[in-house]
């Protein structure tokens, strides 16, 4: 399966971002969607992930700003974020996966998308 990841930009802190990632090449709807981002000199980091059928785990630091949904026949998932913050500054991937036990391991998901920047000023 093939991902591309989009939508990210330059905003204001408290402002709101959706990032999608469309899939192609597979049925993308056998595949847990992960979305993770890595700021510079850190590690990558789990931000949310949402399963094939629609079970989601998030991250501490998002779980009261950011949502996902998937809409399986148009191959997307989205990723709203909202009230963001000067930290949320990364850039956000995302990466699919056909285990959801691992879902926040980004090591355990084989596909991924090149990546999309987030830019969040204060």
């Known amino acids: 399966v093939q991902l591309q990841a989009s939508g990210g930009g330059l905003v204001q802190a408290g402002d709101s971002l959706i990032l999608s990632c469309a899939a192609s090449g597979s049925t993308f709807s056998d595949y847990n969607v992960g979305w993770f981002r890595q700021a510079p000199g850190k590690e990558r980091q789990s931000v949310v992930a949402i399963s094939w059928s629609n079970n989601m785990v998030f991250s501490n630091s998002v779980k009261d700003r950011f949502t996902i949904s998937r809409d399986n026949a148009k191959n997307t998932v989205h990723l709203q974020m909202n009230n963001l913050r000067p930290e949320d500054t990364a850039v956000y991937y995302c990466?699919?996966?056909?285990?959801?036990?691992?879902?926040?391991?980004?090591?355990?998901?084989?596909?991924w998308g090149q990546g999309t920047l987030v830019t969040v000023s204060s």
């Open positions: 990466a699919a996966a056909r285990q959801w036990r691992y879902a926040r391991f980004a090591d355990k998901y084989h596909y």
